[in-house]
C-alpha cells in the first residue's frame, strides 16, 4: 500500500513514535495544557508515552479537547440524524464547510457519542506545512489533498485521493469525511462542487457512477454556527473578490484562522447528518446517461439535503433582517439578540465600509434565503 504514503495519516505502528518525538514540543504542550488544566506535564506525558493507536490519541486526547472547546467557547453542540446511522459501517460524509478543524472534529465527537466509526477527514496539505502540524494531522486520521498543483500533476493527485478514499471506504471499513467543495464556505452560500463529486469517481471501475456512488454511501451533513469564529477573518478574501482582485493570503493566515476557529466564541452549534443518499442515485441514473448530468444532479441533490436541514440562528435572521431593511424575521430574535449582533458587527469591522457590513451580513444571511427556497418550493 505504499503508493498513498504520501498522502495518507500514520498507521497505527507509527503512532508511538510520531507522539515521542512531540512530547517536548511548544504546541503539544500548549494543547495539553489547555485540554487538561490541573494535570502535571509529567503524567500527561507519560499517557502520551503509552499511546500506540490512533483511537486511542483521538479518545483519550482530542476528544477531551474538542469537549473543552465546547465548553469555553461555545454554548453548547446539538446534533440531529445520527441515530439513523448504522454502527460498524462507514460512510461518506460530503459537508458544508465553516471552519478549518472544528467541522471534522465536532463530527467525529458525535459519531464517538453514537458508537459510530469516526472518520478519517480530508485537509488541505497548506494547513500542515508545519511539522507539528503534519504529525497532529496524520495523529488525527487525516489524508492530505495536495492544493496548488498544475493540471497533470491534479489529475494525479485526484486519482491516487480517490482510490485512497475508496480504499478506507470498501476494503477497510472506515468512514470518511470531505468537504463539498474546495475550502471554506466564505459567504455562507453553501454548493458542492462538482470537481469534489468528479474526483470521488475517479476511483470508480463500476461502469455504473451512481452505482459507485451507491456503494460508498453518500451522507449530506450540515454544520452551523449560531456565531462563525472567524466571520470577520474572512473580509479581506471577500472584500477582493468583490472588486475582482486576485486574493494573495499573509503569511500566517490559515494558521491564525486555524487558532481563531477553535478559540473563538462560536454560542451554539448544530450538527446535522441527513439520510444516505440511494433512492436519489437511482432516479439520476435512470434520468440522465451523461455522466456529467449526473454529477451535476448529485451536486444538487446533496446541496438540497444539506440546506434544507440547515439549523438557522437567530443570528441569521437577524442579518437577514439587517441586510434587507425588513422585519421578516423579527419573531424569530429579541431586541437583545439584536443588539448583541450589532455590536458585533461594529466590534469586528469597520462598519463605515459599506461593502463590507454587506459581506459580514451576507455570510450570515445567505443561508436563509436558501433555506426559504425550499420552504416555498411546498
Same mark, same amino acid.
Given at each position: 500500500?505504499?503508493?498513498?504514503?504520501?498522502?495518507?495519516?500514520?498507521?497505527?505502528?507509527?503512532?508511538?513514535?510520531?507522539?515521542?518525538? %512531540?512530547?517536548?514540543?511548544? &504546541?503539544?504542550?500548549?494543547?495539553? @495544557?489547555?485540554?487538561?488544566?490541573?494535570?502535571?506535564?509529567?503524567?500527561?506525558?507519560?499517557?502520551?508515552?503509552?499511546?500506540?493507536?490512533?483511537?486511542?490519541?483521538? *479518545?483519550?486526547?482530542?476528544?477531551?479537547?474538542?469537549?473543552?472547546?465546547?465548553?469555553?467557547? %461555545?454554548? #453548547?453542540?446539538?446534533?440531529?440524524?445520527?441515530?439513523?446511522?448504522?454502527?460498524?459501517?462507514?460512510?461518506?460524509?460530503?459537508?458544508?464547510?465553516?471552519?478549518?478543524?472544528?467541522?471534522? %472534529?465536532?463530527?467525529?465527537? *458525535?459519531?464517538?457519542?453514537? #458508537?459510530?466509526?469516526?472518520?478519517?477527514?480530508?485537509? +488541505?496539505?497548506?494547513?500542515?506545512?508545519?511539522?507539528?502540524? @503534519?504529525?497532529?494531522?496524520?495523529?488525527?486520521? $487525516?489524508?492530505?489533498?495536495?492544493?496548488?498543483?498544475?493540471?497533470?500533476?491534479?489529475?494525479?493527485?485526484?486519482?491516487?485521493?480517490?482510490?485512497?478514499?475508496?480504499?478506507?471506504?470498501?476494503?477497510?471499513?472506515?468512514?470518511?469525511?470531505?468537504?463539498?467543495?474546495? +475550502?471554506?464556505?466564505?459567504?455562507?452560500?453553501?454548493?458542492?462542487?462538482?470537481?469534489?463529486?468528479? &474526483?470521488? +469517481?475517479? +476511483?470508480?471501475?463500476?461502469?455504473?457512477?451512481?452505482?459507485?456512488?451507491?456503494?460508498?454511501?453518500?451522507?449530506?451533513?450540515?454544520?452551523?454556527?449560531e456565531y462563525d469564529p472567524t466571520d470577520a477573518l474572512k473580509m479581506p478574501q471577500l472584500m477582493a473578490e468583490a472588486k475582482d482582485e486576485i486574493y494573495v493570503k499573509e503569511k500566517n493566515e490559515d494558521f491564525v484562522n486555524l487558532l481563531s476557529g477553535i478559540i473563538g466564541q462560536k454560542k451554539r452549534i448544530h450538527i446535522h447528518v441527513g439520510e444516505v443518499l440511494d433512492k436519489?442515485?437511482?432516479?439520476?441514473?435512470?434520468? @440522465?446517461?451523461?455522466? $456529467?448530468? !449526473?454529477?451535476?444532479?448529485?451536486? !444538487?441533490?446533496?446541496?438540497? %439535503?444539506?440546506?434544507?436541514?440547515?439549523?438557522?440562528?437567530?443570528? $441569521?435572521?437577524?442579518?437577514?433582517?439587517?441586510?434587507?431593511?425588513?422585519?421578516?424575521y423579527s419573531n424569530h430574535y429579541t431586541e437583545n439578540e439584536k443588539s448583541l449582533f450589532e455590536r458585533r458587527l461594529e466590534m469586528k469591522i469597520d462598519i463605515s465600509n459599506e461593502m463590507m457590513v454587506e459581506s459580514f451580513l451576507n455570510m450570515y444571511a445567505n443561508p436563509v434565503v436558501n433555506k426559504s427556497k425550499y420552504e416555498n418550493a411546498h
Amino acid at each position: 500500500m505504499q503508493k498513498f504514503d504520501s498522502i495518507r495519516p500514520f498507521y497505527d505502528a507509527e503512532v508511538n513514535a510520531a507522539i515521542c518525538a %512531540s512530547l517536548n514540543h511548544p &504546541m503539544l504542550k500548549a494543547i495539553m @495544557n489547555f485540554t487538561f488544566p490541573d494535570v502535571a506535564d509529567d503524567v500527561w506525558k507519560e499517557q502520551l508515552r503509552k499511546t500506540h493507536s490512533i483511537r486511542d490519541f483521538q *479518545c483519550n486526547f482530542i476528544y477531551q479537547a474538542i469537549q473543552k472547546v465546547l465548553q469555553k467557547s %461555545s454554548e #453548547g453542540l446539538s446534533t440531529s440524524g445520527f441515530e439513523k446511522l448504522e454502527k460498524n459501517t462507514s460512510y461518506l460524509f460530503i459537508s458544508n464547510h465553516r471552519d478549518i478543524i472544528l467541522d471534522t %472534529s465536532l463530527l467525529n465527537t *458525535c459519531l464517538f457519542d453514537y #458508537g459510530l466509526v469516526m472518520t478519517a477527514s480530508a485537509i +488541505g496539505d497548506n494547513l500542515v506545512k508545519r511539522d507539528f502540524m @503534519n504529525t497532529l494531522a496524520k495523529l488525527n486520521r $487525516n489524508f492530505l489533498v495536495q492544493r496548488g498543483l498544475s493540471p497533470r500533476e491534479l489529475l494525479q493527485s485526484s486519482k491516487l485521493m480517490s482510490e485512497y478514499i475508496g480504499q478506507l471506504l470498501l476494503r477497510e471499513n472506515r468512514s470518511v469525511w470531505i468537504a463539498q467543495r474546495e +475550502g471554506r464556505t466564505k459567504d455562507g452560500n453553501d454548493a458542492t462542487h462538482s470537481g469534489v463529486l468528479k &474526483m470521488l +469517481g475517479m +476511483g470508480s471501475d463500476e461502469k455504473d457512477l451512481m452505482q459507485y456512488f451507491k456503494k460508498l454511501k453518500v451522507v449530506p451533513v450540515s454544520i452551523s454556527y449560531e456565531y462563525d469564529p472567524t466571520d470577520a477573518l474572512k473580509m479581506p478574501q471577500l472584500m477582493a473578490e468583490a472588486k475582482d482582485e486576485i486574493y494573495v493570503k499573509e503569511k500566517n493566515e490559515d494558521f491564525v484562522n486555524l487558532l481563531s476557529g477553535i478559540i473563538g466564541q462560536k454560542k451554539r452549534i448544530h450538527i446535522h447528518v441527513g439520510e444516505v443518499l440511494d433512492k436519489e442515485l437511482d432516479l439520476i441514473a435512470a434520468e @440522465n446517461d451523461n455522466t $456529467n448530468k !449526473q454529477v451535476q444532479a448529485l451536486a !444538487q441533490a446533496i446541496d438540497d %439535503s444539506i440546506l434544507q436541514s440547515y439549523k438557522l440562528w437567530p443570528t $441569521n435572521y437577524i442579518a437577514y433582517d439587517l441586510l434587507y431593511k425588513t422585519n421578516t424575521y423579527s419573531n424569530h430574535y429579541t431586541e437583545n439578540e439584536k443588539s448583541l449582533f450589532e455590536r458585533r458587527l461594529e466590534m469586528k469591522i469597520d462598519i463605515s465600509n459599506e461593502m463590507m457590513v454587506e459581506s459580514f451580513l451576507n455570510m450570515y444571511a445567505n443561508p436563509v434565503v436558501n433555506k426559504s427556497k425550499y420552504e416555498n418550493a411546498h
